[in-house]
């Protein structure tokens, strides 16, 4: 069983910047693919960042590619994602996602582990 604690999130006004953090325990911390994704009021929950085992490989959908970046830090067990330039378009509750799939990396169905979830506010 892996359980995931987020810290950070909290309002913003465009342009400015957030920090998220998410603190893997239990088994695995070593997962194959830790990232964040966002659900949005009325939508789907959408992929944001993720990162494959040992940071080998680090992907970002196209909206936040350039403004948010990702680290992972395995002997914390732990995965960051720094946001800067944030826009009202942002604004969403923010999950960490623990998975073992490197090849469906955007789809999250197959992330088996979620964190409790974190809301960012954006104004503009």
């Known amino acids: 069983q892996v359980q995931l604690v987020q810290t950070g999130g909290g309002s913003v006004q465009a342009g400015g910047s957030l920090r998220l953090s998410c603190q893997a325990f239990g088994r695995a911390p070593n997962s194959d693919l830790m990232g964040w994704f966002r659900q949005a009021p009325g939508r789907e929950r959408e992929f944001v960042a993720t990162?494959?085992?040992?940071?080998?490989?680090?992907y970002y959908s196209d909206s936040v590619k350039g403004r948010f970046t990702l680290s992972r830090d395995n002997t914390k067990a732990t995965i960051d994602l720094e946001m800067d330039n944030l826009k009202p378009e942002d604004t969403a509750v923010y999950y960490c996602?623990?998975?073992?799939?490197?090849?469906?990396?955007?789809?999250?169905?197959?992330?088996?582990?979620w964190g409790q979830g974190t809301q960012v506010t954006v104004s503009s």
């Open positions: 990162s494959t085992a040992f940071a080998t490989n680090i």
């Open positions: 996602a623990a998975g073992w799939s490197p090849l469906n990396y955007k789809d999250r169905t197959y992330y088996n582990y």
